[in-house]
């Protein structure tokens, strides 16, 4: 982090799974090297669901090091150059995990790989195919969610039963749960006076971007479809100084 420099106007941040790597997988190696020089020359944020051990390995400890501030966990722990600057130690109560596990029991999804409720720091991460799940695994699953919305049918009978926790579709068979209001918005009182532009692949109303976009409304928000896109625009950008 530039602690010498005053925070400039314009400010990246950027969802990490599908925006900047594919889902749960490492970035691509001629994107990470573009992705640094980036950074260097811009002010950064990366703001995901996962924790700060997954955001390593996808991104590398270069490019976690070099952005400007790490949001894991929705926001709910926080890392600038590696050092720890907010934790929340939140834990799901016992009653909203037991609906989790009756909703695992009646999912008609036949392969089930273990490790279905991870706890993360402020955060829980709920997937019916399970953490575990290897890559042919989790596209069987990706295939079989989008044609049978079972994440967010989940989600919002989740939602309705318990009002103070937050359940978002998040990734590609996943499934974040928090505190109502310790979803990715609740970062916006530190960056509401940027001018924000947000790159994220799940910012339609329900995915996990979807808090942090829809309070960046007046900004600019940039809903994309893989990394690819993401670095077509980054690479737009550099060009034209947008």
Same mark, same amino acid.
């Given at each position: 982090?530039?602690?010498?420099?005053?925070?400039?106007?314009?400010?990246?941040?950027?969802?990490?799974?599908?925006?900047?790597?594919? /889902?749960?997988?490492?970035? %691509?190696?001629?994107? =990470?090297? +573009?992705?640094?020089?980036?950074?260097?020359? #811009?002010?950064? +944020?990366?703001?995901?669901?996962?924790?700060?051990?997954?955001?390593?390995?996808?991104?590398?400890?270069?490019?976690?090091?070099? &952005?400007?501030?790490?949001?894991?966990? /929705?926001?709910? $722990?926080? @890392?600038? =150059?590696?050092?720890?600057? +907010?934790?929340?130690?939140?834990?799901?109560?016992?009653?909203?995990? *037991? @609906?989790?596990?009756?909703?695992?029991?009646?999912? /008609?999804?036949?392969?089930?790989?273990?490790?279905?409720?991870?706890?993360?720091?402020?955060?829980? #991460? @709920?997937?019916?195919?399970?953490?575990?799940?290897?890559?042919?695994?989790?596209?069987? +699953?990706?295939?079989?969610?989008? $044609?049978? #919305?079972?994440?967010?049918?989940? &989600?919002?009978? *989740?939602?309705?039963?318990?009002?103070?926790?937050? &359940?978002?579709? &998040?990734?590609?068979?996943?499934?974040?749960?928090?505190?109502?209001?310790?979803?990715?918005?609740?970062?916006?009182?530190?960056?509401? %006076?940027?001018?924000?532009?947000?790159?994220?692949?799940?910012?339609?109303?329900?995915?996990?971007?979807?808090?942090?976009?829809?309070?960046?409304?007046?900004?600019?928000?940039? $809903?994309?479809? #893989?990394?690819?896109?993401?670095?077509?625009?980054?690479?737009?950008?550099?060009?034209?100084?947008?």
């Amino acid at each position: 982090m530039r602690d010498h420099l005053p925070m400039p106007e314009r400010l990246f941040i950027f969802d990490v799974d599908g925006t900047l790597t594919p /889902s749960r997988q490492k970035m %691509d190696m001629e994107f =990470q090297k +573009y992705f640094m020089d980036f950074c260097e020359d #811009n002010f950064v +944020y990366l703001i995901t669901g996962s924790d700060r051990e997954k955001t390593l390995e996808q991104v590398g400890i270069d490019i976690y090091y070099m &952005a400007d501030r790490v949001y894991n966990c /929705s926001g709910n $722990h926080v @890392f600038e =150059q590696g050092k720890e600057i +907010y934790r929340t130690d939140w834990k799901l109560p016992d009653n909203a995990a *037991f @609906f989790l596990l009756d909703k695992l029991h009646d999912s /008609s999804f036949h392969r089930k790989t273990g490790n279905h409720i991870e706890e993360r720091p402020g955060t829980v #991460n @709920f997937s019916v195919v399970g953490r575990n799940c290897n890559l042919e695994e989790r596209m069987m +699953y990706r295939e079989w969610d989008d $044609h049978e #919305n079972e994440r967010r049918v989940i &989600a919002e009978a *989740f939602n309705s039963k318990f009002p103070d926790i937050e &359940a978002l579709v &998040a990734g590609e068979t996943g499934i974040d749960i928090f505190p109502r209001g310790a979803s990715k918005g609740q970062i916006w009182t530190e960056i509401k %006076d940027h001018d924000v532009h947000f790159f994220g692949d799940k910012m339609e109303e329900g995915g996990n971007d979807y808090p942090l976009a829809e309070k960046n409304r007046h900004g600019t928000n940039h $809903h994309v479809k #893989n990394w690819e896109h993401t670095r077509s625009i980054l690479l737009a950008y550099n060009e034209y100084k947008l």
